[in-house]
């Protein structure tokens, strides 16, 4: 059974940073995909970054490029997102998740999600 807990959200004023993090724990093999997705209220859940657990390449949205940042630390089973230079258009709950495997910010095959964290940014 695999389980996302993502910690670090939290309430910012523009211009400032947060890093969230994502423990993962009861990896499954054949999955090839992590990423961070984000739902605004009244939108769609939308793929922020993405990274692939086999090559390490990285895809990003347009509108967080040289603002926000993925990575992962393999020997914790965490995956973070730093995100500098936040904007007001960045408020909203943000997902971890893992999948079977992502073309860009498409994910395909299996799916899973943690429980989100709220990031709130103000002007």
């Known amino acids: 059974q695999v389980q996302l807990v993502e910690s670090g959200g939290g309430s910012v004023q523009a211009g400032g940073s947060l890093r969230l993090s994502c423990a993962a724990s009861?990896?499954?093999?054949?999955?090839?995909?992590m990423g961070w997705f984000r739902q605004a209220p009244g939108n769609e859940r939308e793929g922020v970054a993405t990274i692939s657990t086999i090559s390490g390449s990285t895809s990003y949205a347009d509108s967080v490029k040289g603002r926000f940042t993925i990575s992962r630390d393999t020997t914790k089973n965490t995956l973070y997102l730093q995100m500098n230079s936040l904007k007001p258009e960045d408020t909203g709950m943000y997902y971890c998740?893992?999948?079977?495997?992502?073309?860009?910010?498409?994910?395909?095959?299996?799916?899973?999600w943690g429980q989100g964290t709220q990031v709130n940014v103000s002007s």
């Open positions: 998740a893992l999948h079977g495997y992502c073309s860009g910010l498409r994910p395909y095959g299996s799916r899973y």
């Open positions: 009861g990896y499954s093999r054949g999955l090839s995909c």
